[in-house]
């Protein structure tokens, strides 16, 4: 379980990256909606895993998209460092979620499930 400080330092992670990647990188390579779903930092506030949930045309595009932000983590880190006030920044370590898209995949399933029309069982 967390402590509240490991939260705090994960909620400004957060934030910092997203506008990082909102904000300050301007890689032609990035397209679509990229979101910060999460940050888990490491007990010793020195290793930072974000996840990251991008939506793009297709997946060769999502794979450009996370390999320019991979690619530019240590300019995201930077952007991290100067919103932390702390005595160490913390190595980001980048990973593609892909529980948001699971979930909405599921839900479509729900839906054309429900949207069906019931075939009526000929001996009832």
Known sequence: ?????????????????????????NDPRIEGFVSVTRVEMAADLRNADVFLSIFGKDDAAQNRTFMAISHATSRIQSQVARKLSSKFCPVLHLYRDEKLKKTLETMKLIDQAVNQPKKKDPDT
């Open 1 to 25: 379980m967390p402590t509240r400080r490991q939260e705090k330092v994960a909620r400004v992670v957060k934030e910092a990256v997203s506008d990082a990647i909102a904000n300050h990188l």
